[in-house]
């Protein structure tokens, strides 16, 4: 028998807004869009907030209306990252074999360290515990034969809960749930199933695989292996990032050409920064924009790789003012990179500018991992149709 781990940090964006500010503990907050905005949906809140019946994903007018007096924050992006990465660095000291599902969710495979750990209840609760105590961040975590049991189980308890279905058990833990438990079931499956009378993961469990295959296709057939207990039984093993981007989407739609510019240049900063972390660089650099009317325009180029902000900056802004060619108001504005290559730094005699310009990015690197995102900002950017300058400060 397998034995996986499925480790999810607790109301993670908002665990981690409640460290960097403990006056928000115990009040109802909300992570994702500003209502003021009009626009874009809630990626996380609070339990105090979800007694107003708000969840994930609700368009944030909705969740305006129903907790109006919550607060509301954007979110802290980079610090995601960080406490992401610090969670992995713990898991990593004991788990054998890791897949990261998402920023907040780690399967971990224990199987035949039980000689090493002992019991695998009470080894989850050590593992709560430091998570908890060194980092602050509460989690729940679910063990089973295979990830999906695994993922039902650290959903079972929530918040801080630990859940582990003993081997043969788990169609007797399925029986009574309802069937949306079932990872992947979303709104058309889950009213598909409702029509035909199934509630249930019990009731999914008793029909046939052929009826359901009958009614799903090849989805059937997965559905009633879940529901009997079933699911992968081995971790994915990392997959190479083939892209890396960023977009915003405004609350209100955009005219001025030079806000744009400024939120381009804010974007370029952010992927720079990812694109360094990979000890990567990047040879094909694309804009996106998308207008009040929905029409979308994409643009690449591609150059000699790099990773420095500047020249993926002004590659962009020249690929932005190039397809901006309507006058229509602008509601989304993005940049990807593609293409890399492993950065390699060569020793020189004599240093250049632009060896010293790499070597100040990567320091700006460091400085960024170790204390977040924002604590060092590239600065004011001057930009017109013949020069594109960008003009660089230190830590604030």
């Not at 939120?263 to 804009?287: C, E, H, M, P, Y």
Request: aromatic share 10%.
């Amino acid at each position: 028998m397998r034995t996986i781990f499925h480790l999810d940090l607790d109301t993670f964006f908002v665990s981690v807004e409640r460290i960097l500010d403990p006056s928000l503990n115990g009040k109802p907050v909300i992570v994702g869009a500003r209502p003021e905005d009009g626009r874009g949906v809630v990626a996380a809140c609070s339990y105090e907030a979800r007694q107003y019946v708000l969840h994930s994903a609700m368009p944030i007018k909705q969740a305006y209306r129903l907790c109006p007096n919550g607060i509301y924050l954007h979110g802290s992006h980079g610090e995601y990252s960080r406490y992401s990465k610090a969670v992995k660095h713990i898991l990593e000291q004991y788990a054998p074999q890791i897949e990261q599902a998402s920023v907040d969710e780690f399967y971990m495979d224990f199987s035949g360290t039980k000689h090493i750990y002992g019991s695998m209840y009470m080894f989850a609760i050590k593992l709560q515990k430091e998570i908890l105590d060194k980092l602050l961040l509460p989690c729940s975590i679910g063990i089973g034969g295979n990830k999906t049991i695994a993922k039902i189980c650290s959903d079972y308890a929530k918040p801080k809960g630990v859940t582990y279905i003993i081997p043969g058990m788990e169609k007797e833990f399925l029986s009574p749930l309802p069937v949306e438990t079932i990872p992947g079931v979303g709104k058309v499956t889950l009213q598909a199933l409702h029509l035909k009378g199934i509630y249930k993961i019990g009731e999914l469990a008793n029909l046939s695989e052929d009826y359901l295959m009958a009614a799903f296709g090849k989805y059937g057939s997965a559905l009633w292996k879940k529901a009997n207990g079933g699911g992968s039984e081995y971790l994915n093993p990392p997959v190479e990032r083939k892209s890396i981007s960023k977009e915003r989407t405004y609350g209100k739609d955009e005219n001025n050409r030079s806000k744009i510019e400024a939120t381009l240049f804010k974007l370029t900063g952010q992927v720079s920064q990812l694109l360094r972390d990979k000890n990567w660089q990047a040879s094909t650099i694309s804009i996106k924009l998308r207008y009040s009317d929905f029409v979308t325009l994409t643009r690449p180029k591609t150059i000699k790789p790099t990773d420095d902000d500047k020249i993926i900056f002004e590659t962009a802004v020249k690929l932005l003012r190039k397809a901006d060619s309507r006058r229509v108001s602008i509601r989304l504005v993005g940049i990807h990179l593609t293409k890399f290559s492993e950065f390699c730094e060569q020793e020189e005699i004599f240093e250049d500018k632009e060896i010293i310009r790499k070597k100040m990015f990567r320091a700006i690197t460091k400085i960024r991992d170790k204390f977040g995102y924002s604590s060092i900002q590239l600065g004011g950017i001057l930009t017109n149709k013949r020069n594109v300058e960008a003009h660089y400060f230190g830590m604030r």
